[in-house]
């Protein structure tokens, strides 16, 4: 599907613009302290000419044949640009927890790291993460690592999404 850049894209903005719209599209997950999963996913990206894009993921599991089980996890946030090639991201998430993440973008490839991970008395504890988005003949390709529950930073989360 073709892409414009907005015409009120904020120049800071540019080393990430490829990630404006809404992107669909299935991944799986892994973890030491849970079964392995299959699920489909929404991530959208706007933007309104400030040197930041407003971010929104869900995701549901599906079955083996794509089949919807049920909704899962939800987050929503700030891909902040301070400058060209510079992100911090601030994220909140539905099952209690809250990151600010930093990192670098540069020709279709965003990488970042979490600076720290807030979470309430009753969420699973999430210490770390690492995140890899890239763009690859012209889909979202993406990585999450994570550290939770005792566990080390290892990979969680990966998928294959397409603009919508």
Known sequence: M????????HPNCGPVAWLLG???G???GDYPTIEKFHFGQE?????????FFHYMSRAW???????????AAMETGFLRCPEPGKV???LAHNIGFSEIWYG?????????HTAGVSFTETAKEVTAGSRMYGNVDGDLLYAFD???????LQPHTWARLQRA
Do not use: C, K
């Open 146 to 152: 994570m550290a939770a529950v005792g566990q080390e």
């Open 43 to 51: 991530l959208i990206f706007t933007h309104d000419g400030r040197p």
């Open 2 to 9: 073709p892409f414009e850049l907005p015409d009120n894209l």
């Open 88 to 90: 911090e991201l601030l």
């Open 22 to 24: 809404t992107w669909r």
């Open 104 to 112: 670098a973008a540069e020709g279709g490839r965003l990488e970042m």
């Open 61 to 71: 599991l599906e079955d083996e044949d794509g089949e919807f089980i049920r909704d």
């Open 26 to 28: 299935n991944g799986h």
